[in-house]
Nanobody, 132 residues
Framework: QAPLVESGGGSVQAGGSHRLSCDAS????????MAWFRQRPGEEREGVAG???????AYAPSVKGRFTISKDNAENILYLQMNSLKPEDTAMYYC??????????????????????????WGRGTLVVISS
């Protein structure tokens, strides 16, 4: 019933790579932005990466250079490729979507700054645990 469904959670060793997927086929919008958020133990939810309808992306400083957000428009699937994983990457990861202005991620900061984002569509989350 959830508009977005994450998959790919699990236990991964530090230094390894992993990929999360998000089924966005139930999102009713024609044009929209998507993002990955995460909530680490004892911390507030934070933006990890964002992508707009044209493919422009944004990354939080903590994951820049290690994570890559991408989408398959034909299959309506959002991905988060995670490399060089660290124990502090342990979190519940959430996929989210919302309508957005054209060029919303052009500045490279969409959904990954300190602002609160009340996204219109949320997944229920998938847990990623990084062991050392």
């Amino acid at each position: 019933q959830a508009p977005l469904v994450e998959s790919g959670g699990g236990s991964v060793q530090a230094g390894g790579s992993h990929r999360l997927s998000c089924d966005a086929s139930r999102v009713p919008y024609r044009k929209y932005c998507m993002a990955w958020f995460r909530q680490r133990p004892g911390e507030e939810r934070e933006g990890v990466a964002g992508i707009d309808e044209d493919g422009a992306t944004a990354y939080a400083p903590s994951v820049k250079g290690r994570f890559t957000i991408s989408k398959d428009n034909a299959e309506n699937i959002l991905y988060l490729q995670m490399n060089s994983l660290k124990p502090e990457d342990t979190a519940m990861y959430y996929c989210a979507a919302d309508r957005c202005p054209r060029g919303y991620c052009n500045a490279g900061t969409c959904y990954v700054d300190d602002a609160y984002y009340d996204m219109d569509q949320w997944g229920r989350g998938t847990l990623v645990v990084i062991s050392s």
